[in-house]
C-alpha cells in the first residue's frame, strides 16, 4: 500500500520514556508495529552540588548551553526545587544543541540565541566559539558526555563551567522486554543518541541475547553511527538530518531497500 510503506514491519525503538511518542506514532501511521524498549533512562545525579551552584550563579554568566531537552528538564525541575526564578537576566544568551532541545527552552518562555545547523556537539561549537572568547559559559548536560563542545569553547579563550543534570541508566525491566521481542522477527531498531547505542549494547548483554543478523540498525546522525561502529555494527541507514521525520524516512529506505 502506498501510504503505509512500513506495513507488515515490526519496528523497536530505543528511546526514552516520555520520548517515545512522536517516532512511534510517526512509525505506525506508515504501518509499522512498534516495539518501544527504552535503553535509556533518565535518573537525578548522583549529586545536585554543581547544578545548584551553577543556577544560583546564573547571573554571572555570558552564555547558558543546554545539550538536550533532558537538560532542560532538568533545569526547570531544579530550579522549581530552590526557589530560583527559570527567567534569567538578559545579559545572559542561551544556546540549544538542536531545534528539539530549543522548543524545550521556549516553552519555559526563555529565548534561544543561538541553534547550530547541525543538531551535534561540534557544530554547536562551531557555532559558539567565535562569540564565547573572553566569556563565561555554563554548560548543563549528562554525567557521562563527550568533551568536544567544552574543549573547543574552552579552546576559543571561554571559562566554562559544566554542571551535571541528569545521568542516564539502563532500565532494569527492559531486559526481560528485549528477550520478549526476539520471540518474534525484527526488521529494524532504530537509535536516537550514541547513549542509546552503547546501553542497547549493555542491554543485550544483561538480556543474554544476539543481535539477529537481518536487523536492520537505523541511526540518526553521524555521531550515533559512530557509535554503533564502535560496538561492531554499522548503519544500515542513517537520517539525513538529525531530526524524528528524517529518521522515520530512513527507516522507510531502509524497508524499501530489503523488499526492492
Do not use: C
Not at 545539550?67 to 544556546?95: D, Y
Not at 522477527?185 to 552503547?198: M, Q, R, Y
Request: aromatic residues 2%; hydrophobic residues 50%.
Amino acid at each position: 500500500m502506498a501510504g503505509k510503506p512500513l506495513l507488515g514491519s515490526r519496528i523497536l525503538i530505543t528511546r526514552p520514556r516520555g520520548q517515545q511518542g512522536p517516532l512511534q506514532q510517526k512509525l505506525e501511521q506508515l504501518g509499522a508495529e512498534v516495539i518501544a524498549i527504552p535503553t535509556i533512562e533518565i535518573a537525578p545525579p548522583d549529586s545536585y552540588d554543581s547544578l545548584d551552584d551553577a543556577l544560583r550563579a546564573l547571573a554571572t554568566y555570558d552564555w547558558l548551553v543546554l545539550t538536550s531537552a533532558n537538560a532542560v528538564e532538568a533545569m526547570a525541575e531544579r530550579a522549581k526545587q530552590l526557589a530560583i526564578p527559570i527567567h534569567p537576566p538578559a545579559s545572559l544568551s542561551i544556546a540549544a544543541i538542536g531545534n528539539a532541545t530549543a522548543d524545550a527552552i521556549r516553552a519555559l518562555g526563555l529565548e534561544v540565541s543561538l541553534v547550530p545547523p547541525r543538531a551535534v556537539a561540534e557544530s554547536l561549537a562551531e557555532a559558539l566559539a567565535p562569540r564565547a572568547q573572553g566569556k563565561r559559559v555554563l554548560l548543563l548536560r549528562a554525567k557521562v558526555a563527550r568533551d568536544i563542545l567544552p574543549a573547543a569553547l574552552q579552546a576559543a579563550g571561554a571559562s566554562v563551567t559544566i554542571a551535571v543534570a541528569y545521568e542516564t541508566i539502563i532500565p532494569p525491566s527492559s531486559i526481560d522486554a528485549l528477550r520478549n521481542a526476539l520471540l518474534q522477527p525484527l526488521d529494524a531498531v532504530t537509535f536516537t543518541s550514541a547513549s542509546s547505542v552503547h546501553n542497547f549494547r549493555a542491554l543485550v548483554g544483561a538480556a543474554a541475547v544476539s543481535v539477529p543478523a537481518g536487523l536492520k540498525k537505523i541511526s540518526i546522525g553521524p555521531i550515533t553511527t559512530r557509535a554503533l561502529e564502535e560496538n561492531g555494527w554499522r548503519a544500515d541507514e542513517q537520517a539525513a538530518v538529525a531530526s524524528v521525520d528524517a529518521l522515520v524516512d530512513a527507516v522507510v529506505v531502509s524497508k524499501a531497500a530489503k523488499t526492492g
